[in-house]
């Protein structure tokens, strides 16, 4: 029993982190990289993939992601995943190159597209995240949430140059295309 592990917003600049963790009760068809998968596929597949595994899957907010930083935020979601499925298995797979320094998780780059149960996981955060990201899309109206998920496309640059961002975005992600560097942002005095 092998419980497969994977995260779907570690890059946007709005919306929350989502992992996904999946043990697999009865044999899937049809499993690759959810990045890979038409929505409706993923869609399809999701509910699938809810009945037939063991699955645990944990939401970081934005607001968390700016106060713990992305690499704590998905290593706690991790150690929480591993802590609710633990009765089910000992064996976990992180797809990446890195195990957080969590001592008993394994990891494997491409995972995602190459082991069902990481499979599973990819799929389970991704439509877990986009249907958030919908789902909230009406109160934010001026960013089309449900268009780019909450990623740095060209519109939704151009709407937090006109708006802002809101406490949905992601504040100590840097942004190019306003001036913020590494160093932050120089406000100024006049």
Known sequence: MLCGID???RGPIAGPLVVAGAIFKEEISGLN???VLSEKKREKLFDEIKEKTHYHIVFTSAKQIDEKGISACLKDSIKEIM????????VFLMDGNTSFGIET???KIKADATVPEVSAASILAKVSRD?????IAPNYEKYN???HKGYGTKAHVEAIKEFGRSDEHRFTF??????EGVEGVQKSLF
């Open 131 to 135: 249907r958030y990201m919908c789902k």
């Open 7 to 9: 995260e779907a917003g």
């Open 33 to 35: 990289d959810s990045k």
């Open 174 to 179: 840097r942004l190019k295309a306003l001036g």
């Open 105 to 107: 998780l394994q990891h």
């Open 145 to 147: 949430f449900q268009k």
């Open 83 to 90: 802590n609710n499925l633990k009765k089910e298995t000992d």
